[in-house]
């Protein structure tokens, strides 16, 4: 994944660090194959899912890994309320609350353990306030936010286009991401990440784009 020195990035009213009607340009000349996809699927139509707070969307993810939404959100609602009236726990009620309360609500012991942690890191200053995020370069993200329990690097890459809005994001571990290249590009196989960073290469710096167009892919 590329750095990036985030004076050059300028945030969207739409949340977006880049234009998305120039990246579909660029990625359909550099990849015809890319861009015959691009065609069929049409509009790009992803903006950033807006966040208050870093901290509260990584707490979020944690409570919704391995889980449908609907379950994920329905212990989420639970977690919430032991902390009513406020509409959000902070890290410090997070690790002053007893585990026991927090698995009562159904979390896992695992995703206990990872909210606490993510809290203290919070407190800390491992996981930096939002307005600090947005001027870190991703790798500088990922560095850090790997080192809560329970936050991959996939976790942070979602971050990354999901609610950040980054222009060059790859996510070669995601399931959806090696399908769609797969489909895309008529392969029987599923690629590894080596053969798709390297044909990734034509696509900077716009691969969260392109990966966008790959989960569509599955859909058509």
Known sequence: MATHALTSIIVR???????????????????????????????????????????????????????????????????????????????????????????AAGLSTAKTAALKDLAARALDGTVPSLSRVRLMPDDDIIEHLTTVRGIGRWTVEMLLIFKLGRPDVLPVGDLGVRKGFALTLGKRKLPEGPAMTRRAERWRPYRSVASWYLWRALEL
Request: aromatic content about 6%; charged content about 25%; some cysteine.
């Open 13 to 103: 009213p739409d949340g977006l660090g880049y234009d998305p009607e120039l990246a579909c340009r660029h990625l359909s000349t550099a990849d015809p194959v890319l861009g015959a996809l691009i065609e069929r699927v049409g509009e790009f139509t992803m903006r950033p899912e807006p966040t208050h707070s870093l901290f509260q969307a990584l707490a979020r993810s944690i409570v919704y890994q391995q889980l449908s939404g609907r379950a994920a959100g329905t212990i989420l609602g639970r977690v919430k309320r032991l902390f009513a009236p406020k509409r959000f726990p902070t890290p410090r009620d997070l690790l002053e609350i007893p585990s026991e309360q927090l698995r």
